[in-house]
C-alpha cells in the first residue's frame, strides 16, 4: 500500500477513536448530573433506594447514608421521612449500617421506625447531631406529644456514635403545668404531654453505647417490654430542675445491663419500673439528680414485681436521693432479691431510703395493702449526706413489713462539718446488722414472729 494511503487510514483510525471517547465522556457526566439532581431534591427521595455506599468493620456490612435518601441536615429542614426511607432500606439487608453523618444537624418529627428486620444485627450509627422541633408550639397538633424515637419489634440492634441527641427540651420544661413552673411556683392546669426522646418498645437483644444525649423533655431513654438490653458508656446531662428528666427508665424489661455512663439530670439516673427482673447496673456516675430509684410500684391498687437486681460500684452525688425503693400504698406485688454494694454517696440527702409511703400530694390516705419489700442488702455504702434528712431512712408499710434488709460497712457522714451525726429512721423494719454502721442502726427490728401475707408475693 502507498505511504500516503496509510498514513490517510490512521488518521481515520484516530479520528473515530478520539469522537468515542468525546461521546462517552460526555454521557457520563450527563448521568452525574442527573443523579446528583435526583438525590438533591428533598420533596422526592430517590426511587428506588440509593445502593450502599460503603462497608464498615469488614465488607459485610453496607452503608446507608441519610444523606443519599434525601436529608439535608441543617437543622430546620424537616429530615424524617429521608430517615424512614434509609431505615426501610437498610431494614430489608441481611447486614447494614444506617449512618447519620458527622457535621450535620437533623430535625425530625416524632416517628416511630418498626421491624421485624431482615438485617441481623442493624446498626444504627449516630455520628451527627439528631434533634426534635423545637418546643411544644413547633410539634404538629396531629402527633402524639408523649413519644418522640420509637424502635418498635426490632430484634439485635446496636446504636451507637459520636454523636449528639439534643432533647430540645427547655420549652417543655416551662410549661405552666410542670412542678414549680405557675405562678408563684405552682403549677396550673392545661396540657402536660412531653415526649420521652428514645423509646424502645417490645424489642429485644439492644446494645446503646457512646452516645450524647442532653435536654430531653421528659425521659432520655426508655425501654418498654424488652428483652436482652446493655446500656454501656453515655452520657446524659440535663439542668437538674428539669422535672421528669429521667437518664434511663426500664418497665416490664429484663436481662438489663447499665454500664459506665455518666448521668446528670433532674430525676432518677436509674429507674426501675415493675415487671423488671436480672438488671445489673455498674460503674454510673450519679448526680446532681435523684439517685438510683426501684419503683414507685403498686400506683393505683396496681401489682408490681421486681427482683433480682444488683446496683454496684457507682458514684452519687449532690443529689436529692442515693439508692431508693419507693411504692405506693395501696399496691400489691414484691421487691426481692436487691444487692446495693460498693456505693460511694456525697452531700445526698438521702443516702439509703425506702419509701412505701410514696406520694405526690399532702393528701394520700393510708392503705391496708402494700408491695413487699424483701431480702434487700446494703454493702459498703460509705460517704456524706446532707443533713437536712436522715442518713437512713427505712419508712415501711403498717401492714406490711420490710423483712431481710441487710447492712454492712455503712459509713455516713455529715457532708456539713461540726454537725452531729444523725440518727436513722425506720419503721415496720425488719433485718439485720452484720457490722456496725455509722451513724449505728438501733431501729432496726429483729424478724421474729413476721408474717406475710403470700398471695401477695410475686412468684
Known sequence: MPFHQVLLLLFFIFSCLFFVTIQTRHHHSHSEHEEFRIESH???????????????????????????????????????????????TACQIESAVLLVPDGYSFMLQSTVLAGPCKTVGLVFQIDGTIMPPDGPDSWPRSISKRQWLVFYKINGMLMQGGGLV???????????????????????????????????????????????????????????????????????????????????????????????????????????????????????????????????????????????????????QHSENGIRIKTWQGGSGCVSKVKFRNISVEAVRNPIIIDQYYCLTKNCSNQTSAVVINDISYVNIKGSYDVRSPPMSFACSDSTPCINLTLAQVELQPATRGRVVANPYCWNAHGTVVTQTIPPVYCLMEETNVTIDNTNVCG
Open 42 to 88: 428533598v420533596s422526592v427521595p430517590p426511587s428506588p433506594a440509593p445502593e450502599a455506599a460503603a462497608a464498615v468493620d469488614g465488607p459485610r456490612y453496607s452503608v446507608f447514608n441519610v444523606l443519599d435518601f434525601g436529608a439535608i441536615g441543617d437543622g430546620v429542614t424537616d429530615d424524617t421521612q429521608a430517615f424512614k426511607l434509609a431505615w426501610d
Open 166 to 316: 439534643d432533647g430540645k427540651g427547655e420549652k417543655w420544661w416551662n410549661l405552666p403545668c410542670k412542678p414549680h413552673k405557675g405562678i408563684n411556683g405552682t403549677t396550673m392546669s392545661g396540657p402536660c404531654d412531653s415526649p420521652v426522646a428514645i423509646r424502645f418498645f417490645m424489642s429485644s437483644n439492644l446494645t446503646v453505647k457512646g452516645l450524647v444525649i442532653k435536654n430531653s423533655p421528659q425521659f432520655h431513654f426508655r425501654f418498654d417490654a424488652c428483652h436482652g438490653v446493655r446500656v454501656e458508656s453515655l452520657t446524659i446531662k440535663a439542668p437538674a430542675q428539669s422535672p421528669n428528666t429521667d437518664g434511663i427508665h426500664i418497665e416490664n424489661t429484663n436481662n438489663v445491663q447499665i454500664y459506665n455512663s455518666f448521668i446528670s439530670n433532674g430525676d432518677d439516673c436509674v429507674s426501675i419500673g415493675a415487671g423488671c427482673y436480672d438488671v445489673d447496673i455498674k460503674n454510673i456516675t450519679c448526680g446532681p439528680s435523684h439517685g438510683i430509684s426501684i419503683g414507685s410500684l403498686g400506683i393505683n391498687h396496681s401489682r408490681a414485681c421486681v427482683s433480682n437486681i444488683t446496683v454496684s460500684d457507682s458514684v452519687i
